[in-house]
RNA sequence: GCCCGCGUGGUGGAAUGGUAGACACACGAGACUUAAAAUCUUGCGGCGGCAACGCCGUGCCGGUUCGAGUCCGGCCGCGGGCACCA
């Protein structure tokens, strides 16, 4: 008896989809095209499981719309810009460059052996000059139509490093390397103006039908629509050119209860005030320590500076408040002032206990103050859902009784009415900042000139190439600081407009750019412009995009918004406003950490290699006990990663890629485990031996055709279904339960051998090799991969008959099989009929008898 | 801090508001074997019972419904995102 040899079987067969270039994508106006994309990877130099399970999601839709006669494009390429390129550089010495294609050489090497049925030859890399050029002159024709503009905006700065660090390099408020105070420093940037898109990428939301719904929940979130009140404040003996100060409130319908005004200490005011009070000045400078995260303003300890100044109240010129420099308070949200009113917003309120502000509140429970303690009296902030009914006690606008969104409506007009302010809408999306301070991104491709000021460079000088080394010797990284800005014959270049001495931008583009189009690219990878309309117009939009949820708002958003942009500037057809029809995002595939702790008590990581499993409990080969943390995120300082490239040498490249899509919802995180993947590999040897000994069978008749047929399209149907709704794990119980049944067959040979080709059909899509060798060795015409997808037939799937279950009250008391079609008065009286209902109901009569045809009859005692 | 998601046997998980635990892992029993591995058969939520069967059970508390793992409200726990990681 033959024997499962994946080692052999696989390259074979990856050799015969090469040389019949079946993966490769030519337009075909004849055929419906199916345009599938998993989010394209960044070069690490390894390939990690995770990566292994969306490449092979990918595939299985690519494989199976391929069976279903769609005209299938399936590019990959890598996201090749970033910083850890960098850090390679800086840690251990060479070229960002060669270290990026060194490991896109290495990745391709450990794809390939999956099988994936990809279009290779529409790879790139968005390092490569033919990409950033392209790129380049996106950015020149969205800089021509107004959708680029420059403004200072805040960086985190290394005062010791001096150097521009990212959000990821500041660790508990410090330089990674440096260890010193990180700093907010304002820089002039390029910005993208997504901001003018608010409006336009909130409602389109609504037509993404498609993707998951938390996703756009998430974007609606960060895009974040507001209906507020802006209005100022007059201030009363304010320096010179400051008489107001502007603010903008959400809930305007708690004016009465203002007690103070905070302004960020960014505010054109505070910076003001601050050149004449050292104090004031050293607050500021203290609050501008720290990461420029949100996470670090919201964390970080509420403090306030009393400025000294006084603001009137607008219903009451007698009122009158202070004015507070706040650290809580963002610059680029609204105005960067707000009024507080502590009774009603829990952060106000603790600061205002802090600097002993009044606390008024304007609203109290509408159902009365039994139980309720005011803010004033001690009790916490009082702010209910704003669609609950309150009873306003200082309203000035409305109903004493309506709900707060009631009031602010109310609130608005009244101020409006009133002359104080209008009513406005504000969003939360700030514009893109796409500045980086690194070598290793796409260059600006702009010019600095005394003369002209920011010039655009020429369309035919684009690419500006990124210099590889420096008059000769290679760049040297290990110097702290941008390379670009001190490479003087890179940098130093004749003016594009008036040809005088001018210095070019040393700015690189965030590397969200280069992934905000790609997927554009891959539908004419070679073209001189950045896109061919053609190729668009037949490939556009991505029907399915796969990527992980920690994409869900910034790449995506971006996307969305690039998308729009290429229209405006012509790059692409307006149908691909929303470049990507469906989405789906899946889970982490995670691994149980081995720890044991050394004399000094701190964690020791351990390989799953070195270690023995037994029982669930796991030991070392010294046969110390590790304690298993199960499901943790791999990671390498955690050392639970698992090499694919080890897992394909162990088993083949079929149970890695069924392994990662059997067990777990796709967009759930799996656990791989040992047992697991041996246990796939188990099954496929078992599938491949059944149709072993299927293909020794004699001919002749057999028993049970009827009942295998049955079960066969039963299959088909449930595994079509469950690829069609991204149910890869059920189709996959699906399938180990067809084969029990095939394995234990007795039908005739030419049932069974209709049985096991049509299984390998159903595998294909998640373990190709396998599939197409059965495919073979049945007989079977041409490549599988070039077979139709079998039809589940309906004389095959009704039965005549349908097993009911019988409640009582909700509990399961026995079961009927009736015919079909028997009606409902029928099945009735044969449910009452039950022992087991006859048992539950004690000799009483059935209150009442639900029948839901075809599903469950339950009977209410 | 803010936003989002998830909690089901020893484990991963299945279940259009309709028989909770499909399928798989682990474990137990058995067959084959001199023995082991491999393979095959079989059992497997908890409690009680020889059994038939009964009771309990989807993080916790409450609600809607003939019927709730599923829908609603509150709580607890865990995970993800927070604009310069990609």
């Not at 002159?137 to 959708?147: C, P, V």
């Not at 950045?530 to 939009?541: I, L, Q, R, S």
Request: glycine share 8%.
């Amino acid at each position: 008896m033959a024997r499962y040899t994946p080692a052999q079987i696989e390259p074979k067969w990856q050799q015969a989809w090469e040389d019949a270039r079946t993966f490769l994508a030519r337009p075909d106006p004849s055929k419906p095209k199916y345009y599938v994309l998993e989010m394209f990877p960044y070069p690490s130099g390894r390939i990690h499981i995770g990566h292994v399970r969306n490449y092979t999601m990918g595939d299985v839709i690519a494989r199976y719309k391929r069976a279903q006669g769609f005209n299938v494009l399936h590019p990959m390429g890598f996201d090749a810009f970033g910083m850890p390129a960098e850090n390679a550089a800086m840690a251990s010495g060479g070229h960002p460059k060669d270290w990026t294609y060194g490991n896109i050489d290495d990745m391709v090497a450990q794809m390939k052996p999956l099988g994936f049925g990809l279009d290779w030859s529409r790879m790139f890399a968005t390092c490569d000059p033919e990409y950033y050029g392209q790129q380049q002159r996106l950015f020149l024709d969205m800089l021509k139509a107004g959708l680029v503009y420059r403004k200072n905006a805040v960086v985190n700065w290394d005062p010791v490093d001096m150097t521009v660090l990212a959000n990821e390099q500041v660790i508990d408020g410090k330089g990674w390397r440096s260890g010193a105070d990180v700093e907010r420093r304002e820089l002039t940037q390029w910005f993208f103006k997504i901001s003018e898109f608010s409006e336009e990428l909130l409602t389109a939301l609504e037509g993404l039908e498609d993707w998951p719904a938390k996703v756009r929940l998430m974007q609606e979130n960060w895009i974040g629509r507001s209906r507020g009140l802006q209005f100022a404040f007059s201030l009363i003996d304010g320096p010179d050119g400051h008489d107001r100060v502007e603010v903008y409130t959400t809930r305007p319908d708690t004016l009465m209860g203002a007690s103070f005004v905070g302004i960020s200490p960014d505010h054109p005011l505070a910076k003001l005030l601050e050149k004449d009070n050292p104090d004031l000045a050293a607050f500021n400078a203290d609050c501008r320590k720290g990461g420029t995260t949100e996470e670090a303003l919201e964390k970080a300890e509420k403090r306030g500076f009393d400025t000294g100044l006084r603001v009137r109240h607008p219903f009451d010129a007698a009122w009158e408040l202070p004015v507070y420099v706040a650290n809580f308070i963002l610059m680029d949200y609204g105005t960067g002032a707000i009024f507080g009113c502590p009774a009603h917003d829990q952060r106000d309120l603790d600061f205002a206990r802090k600097y002993d502000l009044p606390v008024v509140s304007t609203y109290v429970p509408a159902a009365g103050e039994d139980g309720f303690t005011r803010p004033e009296a001690g009790g916490e902030a009082y702010v209910p859902p704003k669609t609950e009914k309150v009873h306003y006690v200082k309203g000035f606008a409305g109903e004493a009784l309506q709900s707060g969104a009631e009031a602010v409506e109310a609130a608005i007009a009244f101020c409006e009415g009133k002359g104080v302010g209008q009513g406005v809408t504000k969003y939360r999306l700030r514009d893109w900042g796409l500045s980086r301070q690194r070598y290793w991104g796409c260059p600006i491709p702009v010019v600095h000139c005394d003369a002209c000021g920011v010039v655009p460079e020429k369309a035919e000088n684009l690419p500006v190439r990124l210099p590889y080394d420096e008059d000769g010797t290679p760049i040297d990284f290990s110097i702290p600081g941008n390379p670009l800005d001190r490479h003087p014959s890179w940098r130093d270049c004749a003016c594009p407009s008036c040809g005088g001495p001018a210095r070019r931008e040393t700015d690189t583009m965030d590397t969200f750019v280069d992934s905000s189009w790609y997927f554009a690219r891959f539908t004419a990878p070679d073209a001189d412009t950045p896109t061919d309309m053609g190729a668009a117009e037949y490939w556009m939009n991505v029907d399915q995009y796969i990527g992980g949820i920690e994409h869900a708002i910034l790449h995506l958003l971006y996307s969305r918004f690039f998308a729009r942009a290429m229209v405006i500037t012509g790059h692409l057809p307006e149908k691909c406003k929303e470049p990507f029809d469906a989405l789906f995002t899946q889970g982490m595939v995670t691994h149980a950490i081995y720890q044991t702790r050394d004399a000094a008590g701190r964690p020791v990581y351990h390989f799953p290699e070195d270690v023995d499993l037994r029982e669930g409990r796991a030991f070392l080969k010294d046969g110390t006990e590790a304690e298993v943390i199960p499901s943790a995120k791999m990671s390498k300082s955690k050392k639970n990663v698992v090499d694919p490239v080890n897992i394909i040498d162990q088993y083949g490249a079929d149970t890695a890629r069924w392994f990662v899509l059997s067990d777990s919802p796709p967009e759930r995180d799996v656990e791989w485990t040992a047992a697991g993947a041996e246990a796939a590999n188990r099954h496929l040897g078992r599938v491949w031996s059944i149709s072993d000994r299927i293909a020794g069978m004699e001919d002749g008749p057999g028993t049970g055709d009827d009942d295998l047929l049955r079960a066969l399209h039963r299959c088909i149907f449930d595994v079509t279904q469950g690829v069609e709704s991204f149910g890869f794990n059920a189709a996959i119980a699906k399938l180990y339960a067809f084969t029990n049944t095939l394995s234990k067959s007795t039908a005739s040979k030419s049932v069974q051998r209709q049985a096991v080709m049509a299984l390998a059909q159903l595998m294909a899509p998640m373990t190709p090799h396998l599939a197409e060798d059965i495919w073979a060795r049945q007989g079977g015409e041409g490549l599988l991969a070039d077979a139709q997808w079998p039809k589940a037939e309906d004389r095959f799937l009704v039965s005549d008959t349908v097993t009911l279950p019988i409640q009582v009250n909700g509990k399961r008391r026995g079961e009927i099989t009736v015919p079909k079609d028997l009606p409902v008065s029928e099945v009735e009286k044969a449910a009452l009929n039950v022992d087991g209902v006859i048992r539950a109901l004690e000799g009483a009569a059935p209150k009442k008898v639900i029948v839901v045809p075809g599903r469950i009859v339950n009977v209410v005692a």
